[in-house]
């Protein structure tokens, strides 16, 4: 199957800061890549979706402003937690998913996720 | 906006029998897709199963089945012959089958966390 990979795995911050998180299709051209956040034991819950060249399109809720995400190639999205605090804590996971031909059944590969803790 | 729930927080089997985790979903739309995920303690999403609501045959994976029932947005899954790797969160997870240009994203349950006893 597909791989997709994130980077860093785990990071820690202070609060004020902001993260980084790199998102990467390994083996596979990725048209759209999604971004989830889980909280411990909790479900993943989508917070935007992107599609290369284009703005993301976020989620009810998510504050664009706070989590930028970029998708300026086939194979790399970035997520950006800006002056991140203490309740941006949680565990972010990408999935992307090639193709864009509607009606088709466009498999989301999902990557390891990123534990972050803010301090 | 489509829901997904799961009702069962928990589920505990003995090794080698069978379980059947529960997922009932809400939806306006008439062609969709359905997934069971599969998330171990490394917290990596795998794809157990996919059913397309189109298809009127249950999917079959291996030890893994589901029992769709359309008319009343049900999702089941049965697990067979449980082995210790199944232990486990599973997420029941909903996918519009129409997508603007793009996929769409996932709309997932709240999970169930499976336990194998040995």
């Known amino acids: 199957g597909a791989v997709v990979s994130q980077h860093p795995s785990r990071v820690i911050c202070k609060s004020g800061t902001s993260v980084k998180i790199e998102c990467r299709s390994l083996d596979f051209q990725a048209t759209t890549m999604f971004w989830y956040r889980q909280f411990p034991k909790k479900s993943l819950m989508l917070m935007a979706t992107?599609?290369?060249?284009?703005?993301?399109?976020?989620e009810q809720g998510v504050e664009k402003d706070k989590f930028l995400i970029n998708h300026a190639s086939l194979t790399l999205s970035t997520l950006t937690v800006t002056s991140a605090h203490p309740e941006d804590s949680s565990f972010y996971i990408c999935?992307?998913?090639?193709?864009?031909?509607?009606?088709?059944?466009?498999?989301?590969?999902f990557g390891p996720g990123t534990r972050l803790t803010v301090l | 906006a489509q829901t997904v729930t799961q009702s069962q927080p928990e589920m505990s089997v003995q090794e080698a029998e069978t379980v059947t985790l529960s997922c009932t979903y809400d939806t306006s739309e008439s062609d969709y897709y359905l997934f069971w995920y599969k998330q171990p303690p490394s917290r990596q999403m795998i794809l157990v199963i996919r059913q397309e609501a189109y298809k009127q045959q249950n999917a079959t994976e291996n030890r893994f089945s589901v029992n769709f029932q359309k008319a009343a947005k049900s999702f089941s899954l049965k697990i067979s012959d449980s082995q210790l790797g199944d232990a486990a969160m599973y997420f029941c997870?909903?996918?519009?089958?129409?997508?603007?240009?793009?996929?769409?994203?996932?709309?997932f349950g709240k999970g169930t966390h499976l336990i194998i006893q040995p």
């Open positions: 992107s599609n290369e060249g284009s703005k993301a399109t976020y």
């Open positions: 997870a909903y996918r519009s089958l129409y997508s603007g240009g793009g996929a769409d994203g996932l709309t």
């Open positions: 999935s992307a998913a090639s193709g864009r031909a509607r009606l088709s059944y466009n498999e989301q590969f």
